[in-house]
């Protein structure tokens, strides 16, 4: 494989690094407003006070986003450690081979090296097929999360009842659009990794029938 194509695959792995991430932001953003907002509603059941019918289902939303956006965190950051581990040696191959005289061509150990990284590759996605599926409907749940706690505030917002401080009217104001900017994006986001399993599925499919055809090879049946 060329440095070229391994640059590519390295432009791949960084675009998908940047789809966990903003897993990670979303889920973050669901949690800090699922703390801030649950804190206050669940302060008058904590303080013996009475809650009325209509805070129930906000209530139970928040809870839901908390746990999720705990679970997406868990999961987003297992999948960025061992995946920056892979990038990291991707990273020092490039380097180790980008400037070397093209007339002294690459030897075996750099082959040995590709395909080393090749193999820890398909070995992720294989590993972590699920985990990547579920992001999808991660990135589904924290917009439908953001929306339904966001929209309402920004509805008072503009009509004046937000409880607004004249001191951090802008920061507050900023915070709200950014939630809505968020969500609209985390709808997005699970079209750009269905795009990425669907190329890795491809290229599992052909791992697994040259694996396959070598078998039948070593065991002389083709």
Known sequence: MEINSLTRLKIELDSFKLLVTA???????TLA???????????PFISGEPIEPRQLPFI????????TAISWITRSAELMEEHDEI??????IIKR???????????SSYDDEVIGIIVRCLAFYRKN???????????????????????????SF???SYPVNSYYVLAQGFALVSSLVVS?????????????????????????????KLKRILEGTE
């Open 23 to 29: 897993n990670l932001v979303g889920a973050a953003l």
């Open 33 to 43: 407003f699922s703390i801030s907002y649950g804190v206050t509603n669940l302060i």
């Open 60 to 67: 139970l939303i928040l809870i839901s986003g908390f746990a």
């Open 87 to 92: 990038t990291k040696g991707l990273e020092e």
């Open 97 to 107: 081979y980008k400037n070397k005289p093209s007339e002294d061509g690459l030897d």
């Open 129 to 155: 097929t699920d985990k990547i599926n579920e992001l999808k409907w991660g990135g589904r749940l924290t917009g439908v999360f953001l929306l339904a706690t966001g929209i309402p505030q920004f509805i």
């Open 158 to 160: 503009i009509d004046g």
């Open 184 to 212: 609209l994006a985390a709808w997005y986001v699970p079209v750009i990794i269905k795009r990425f399993t669907e190329t890795w599925d491809a290229r599992l499919s052909l791992a697994d029938d040259a694996n396959e």
